[in-house]
């Protein structure tokens, strides 16, 4: 199976802060990766797929780039509502969907 | 709109069986492909397979093989995953989830753009 590795697991920031997530890939993915929000007690909701497309109703602080083996998603001004848990996965193989291991984003 | 609806929450002993339900509404739940994830407590998302609800063909990941079984029933839009022998490392919420992923074809994508509002499943003794 294709392993995904997230870095860092949790991190701290402020309001307004511009905030990277790293997701990298044990083999290439040729961009067959998403991203997902998570809050506590909820459903996981989908942000990006094909690394870099935002879903719809996503706000456009959201943004995703990569490729390869290596991917990002970056919050451009955190806002409270961002406070969460934040996962890749990866759909490259079809067979055998895997996630990274998530990063919480907590208030500073 | 779409809503994948799962049935309630379950305790159940060491050995037992769960089944869980996953009820669609608001898209024809035979054009895409439905996936069952799960979240231990505190833990992140573990894919367990899917079922294409049309055809029925499924594919599950390696870890349960020989232990789950997902099947649906389109008449009423409903998609199950039953999961057996179950232990108690096994206890975590249970997620049906729909991938954008057409009846048709397999070759994907399999990115989840709704999800369930998940099932804890308790299992003690």
């Known amino acids: 199976d294709i392993q995904m590795t997230q870095s860092p697991s949790s991190l701290s920031a402020s309001v307004g802060d511009r905030v990277t997530i790293t997701c990298r890939a044990s083999q290439g993915i040729s961009n067959s990766l998403a991203w997902y929000q998570q809050k506590p007690g909820k459903a996981p909701k989908l942000l990006l797929y094909?690394?870099?497309r935002l879903e719809s109703g996503v706000p456009s602080r959201f943004s995703g780039s990569g490729s390869g083996t290596d991917y990002t998603l970056t919050i451009s001004s955190l806002q409270p509502e961002d406070f969460a848990t934040y996962y890749c996965q990866q759909y490259y193989s079809t067979l055998a969907l895997t996630f990274g291991g998530g990063t919480k984003v907590e208030i500073k | 709109q779409v809503q994948l609806v799962q049935s309630g929450a379950e305790v159940k002993k060491p050995g037992a069986s769960v089944k869980v339900s996953c009820k669609a509404s608001g898209y024809t739940f035979t054009g895409y492909y439905m996936h069952w994830v799960r979240q231990a407590p505190g833990q992140g998302l573990e894919w367990m397979g899917w079922i294409n609800p049309n055809s029925g063909g499924t594919n599950y990941a390696q870890k349960f093989q020989g232990r789950v079984t997902m099947t649906r029933d389109t008449s009423i839009s409903t998609a199950y995953m039953e999961l057996s022998r179950l232990r108690s490392d096994d206890t975590a919420v249970y997620y049906c989830?729909?991938?954008?992923?057409?009846?048709?074809?397999?070759?994907?994508?399999?990115?989840?753009?709704?999800w369930g509002q998940g099932t804890l499943v308790t299992v003690s003794s």
């Open positions: 094909a690394a870099s």
């Open positions: 989830a729909r991938s954008r992923t057409y009846y048709y074809d397999s070759s994907g994508p399999y990115y989840f753009d709704y």
